[in-house]
């Protein structure tokens, strides 16, 4: 059963009504104000108010704000007169039924023409838009036309420029023909002015000779240069090496200076590993390796002697301080055994060795962020743990173990957050 609130106050202008509701807390979010000419509702559950109103009023200019545990409402009066009350005297249950019924009528004629006022402005902008396209289309189109059409005017005039001076050639490339022609048949010309010699001579001679003078015809000595077909090109192969990648993706010239760094950073590692301190001269040979360290380390982890493996860690780090995954494997190592500050330490300091960002980096970056995530929860900072479980997401989105673990620190924050309300 809805509450009706009683405690409210009204003042008054010739024009204009001043009511403030007291609702303890009222927000806009919650609560359901409807205004028509006769009748105001405000529904904020479990509180119900409404009032039909002594005389119409405008609607459409009314105001109402709801704040600081109240809902103020300025009511602007369609007539210039002073109201005796506020609500209409003598209004039995079907008058309030047919004036409710009546505003929501009004109220929803309102939207609807609100409605298709503005789908009439929307399709009116549309229409002006694709007026204003089309006539930028037909711009275009024309100076496309007009550019094709210079194109092919400059296209004919050098075609005939070029035929005249075929035209030219043709004629002067004729002339030195004739020319050489008439050179060719001066010596036929003279031969045939000479006597006949006589038959004395070898037929196979004269064949010869006569052969040779049709070859001479064919084949002149003149043959222009540029008509010569030339050889054809000899066949060959053209062998392509590749540079040797150190990381399994790809080159990305976007991501080229962060894998130069992560590799400037490797070589430091690797030739600190191969420095011999003089502080671990009592160390046997293989006790100087951070490498065999990390592996004894692992070996103590899965056996569960953890503080045995976070000793060989610690000499590990003081051979070599730039390996990542000894800082990684010794926050596992103070996770297990509830040291959650240090396990905190080590995955941070993890995060700031395993920079830039890289494939080759990607699975050991989301194991810090997992680890320093575990920690942050089991000291009640589910905050800060869910930010470091999306991280690991971000990096691995398909890993279903850390999307349930992130769901289920959601569900602890949303639960904590509804008691502390």
């Not at 092919?152 to 005249?164: D, G, N, Q, S, V």
């Not at 590799?263 to 001269?281: C, I, S, V, Y």
Request: proline content about 5%; aromatic content about 6%.
């Amino acid at each position: 059963m809805p509450l009706q609130p009683s405690d409210y106050s009204w003042q008054q202008t010739p024009t204009t009504v001043f009511l403030s509701l007291p609702l303890r807390g009222v927000c806009a979010r919650d609560a359901d104000v409807f205004c028509a000419e006769s009748y105001l509702k405000v529904n904020f559950p479990p509180f119900l108010f409404e009032v039909f109103l002594y005389a119409p009023i405008d609607d459409g200019n009314s105001k109402a704000k709801i704040g600081n545990d109240a809902v103020i409402f300025t009511l602007y009066k369609k007539e210039a007169v002073m109201w005796e009350t506020l609500c209409m005297s003598g209004v039995d249950k079907e008058m309030m039924q047919t004036i409710r019924e009546k505003s929501i009528v009004q109220a929803q004629a309102r939207a609807k023409e609100a409605m298709e006022a503005k789908a009439t402005a929307r399709r009116e902008d549309q229409k002006y838009a694709l007026n204003v396209m089309m006539k930028i289309e037909e711009e275009e189109r024309k100076k496309i036309e007009e550019m094709k059409e210079n194109e092919r005017r400059k296209a004919t005039k050098e075609l005939e420029a070029w035929k005249e001076c075929q035209r030219n050639t043709g004629g002067q490339e004729g002339a030195r023909r004739e020319q050489k022609a008439s050179r060719r048949e001066e010596p036929f010309q003279e031969r045939r002015k000479l006597k006949p010699q006589s038959l004395t001579g070898s037929s196979t001679s004269r064949h010869s000779a006569a052969k040779g003078r049709h070859l001479e015809i064919i084949f002149p000595e003149e043959l222009a240069e540029e008509d010569r077909v030339p050889a054809p090109r000899s066949a060959g192969s053209i062998s392509v090496s590749f540079t040797p990648r150190v990381f399994p993706t790809a080159l990305r010239e976007s991501q080229a200076a962060q894998e130069e760094e992560w590799l400037h950073k490797q070589a430091q590692a690797q030739r600190a590993m191969n420095t011999d301190a003089p502080e671990f001269g009592d160390l046997k040979e293989e006790e100087k390796n951070p490498e065999w360290l990390k592996e004894k380390g692992n070996k103590l982890f899965a056996t569960e002697n953890y503080l045995a493996a976070i000793n060989a860690y610690n000499l590990a780090i003081r051979l070599n301080s730039k390996m990542p995954v000894l800082y990684l494997n010794r926050a596992a190592c103070h996770l297990k055994l509830k040291n959650l500050h240090k396990a905190i330490e080590d995955s941070s300091t993890a995060l700031e060795l395993l920079t830039p960002p890289v494939a080759d980096n990607a699975d050991a970056r989301m194991k810090a962020h997992v680890r320093r995530g575990a920690a942050f929860c089991q000291l009640e900072l589910y905050v800060e743990g869910l930010q470091d479980y999306e991280a690991a997401l971000r990096i691995d989105p398909a890993n279903t173990t850390v999307q349930n673990d992130a769901e289920k620190i959601r569900n602890v924050i949303q639960g904590t957050e509804l008691k502390s309300q």
